[in-house]
């Protein structure tokens, strides 16, 4: 894990401009916010999930989180069905504020296009380059 700021990017997962991240886990792949991204929010009130076997599309929204603040799409880091959807967040979406990296978890997919699309969003190393230019922290 690294600190830029206030803000902490974790080993091991790939990032979305957006400010979303994706683990990948043997056959699946799971999606989160970043911290910077919870963080820009404030208190999450509210979170909009699709439901198991939908699909989704790298790039493209498929739910929203609404927060004191804003209200934003949940944008997909890659391509997949969802083969889970943390159901925990409908009734406490502010476990996305306290735990962004672990218990606020969001979607769980199959991902249909893996290897192609992991080189469309950025590695640790470059999301820790990239996080330092935005927050001026480099």
Not at 50 to 69: A, F, H, L, M, R
Not at 89 to 101: E, G
Not at 112 to 120: A, D
Request: with cysteine; hydrophobic share 35%.
């Amino acid at each position: 894990m690294v600190k830029i700021g206030e803000y902490e990017i974790r080993e091991g997962l790939c990032y979305h401009k957006e400010h979303f991240w994706a683990k990948v886990e043997k056959d699946a792949v799971r999606f989160g916010a970043t911290d910077y991204g919870q963080q820009a929010l404030k208190e999450v009130i509210f979170v909009e999930l699709p439901s198991v076997g939908d699909e989704v599309t790298q790039n493209e929204p498929y739910g929203s989180i609404e927060s004191v603040k804003a209200v934003v799409d949940l944008i997909a880091p890659v391509s997949g069905s969802i083969k889970e959807v943390n159901e925990e967040l409908l009734d406490t979406p502010d476990i996305i504020n306290s735990d962004p990296y672990g218990k606020g978890w969001l979607i769980l997919v199959t991902p249909s296009n893996l290897e192609e699309e992991t080189n469309n969003i950025m590695t640790f190393e470059a999301a820790v380059e990239w996080y330092k230019e935005i927050t001026k922290e480099g």
